[in-house]
């Protein structure tokens, strides 16, 4: 079994930035897939970034393209998902997921029913 917990979120300013990380433990993710999604009041869960843990490739939702970075931390042993130029429309419970056996094609890592592991998620409130 793997756990994921996230951390980071919080309330920040239109225009600001967060970082939110996803820590994985209970058994090695090497090979997996990590991704972000994210689910605002009264909507479906929406996929926002992908990584790939091995060769680091990474995949965006057209909405955050260019404002927002998924990355590895290696000291830390974290997925994090740096957030800038944030917008009241990027509120919503953050959530990490894991992928044990992620496809070759990227289009279909955007895909909620890959993800075998989810973490608790973590609320992002942006304000005016």
């Known amino acids: 079994q793997v756990q994921l917990l996230e951390s980071g979120g919080g309330l920040v300013q239109a225009g600001g930035s967060l970082r939110l990380s996803c820590a994985a433990s209970?058994?090695?993710?090497?090979?997996?897939?990590v991704a972000w999604f994210r689910q605002a009041p009264g909507k479906e869960r929406e996929f926002v970034a992908v990584?790939?843990?091995?060769?680091?490739?990474?995949y965006y939702a057209d909405s955050v393209t260019g404002r927002f970075t998924i990355s590895r931390d290696d000291d830390k042993n974290t997925i994090d998902l740096l957030m800038n130029s944030l917008k009241p429309e990027d509120t919503a419970v953050y959530y990490c997921?894991?992928?044990?056996?992620?496809?070759?094609?990227?289009?279909?890592?955007?895909?909620?029913?890959?993800?075998?592991?989810w973490g608790q998620g973590t609320q992002v409130t942006v304000y005016w």
């Open positions: 209970g058994r090695p993710i090497t090979g997996y897939a």
């Open positions: 997921a894991a992928d044990p056996t992620p496809p070759v094609v990227p289009r279909a890592l955007r895909e909620i029913i890959r993800y075998t592991y």
């Open positions: 990584i790939r843990w091995n060769n680091l490739d990474t």
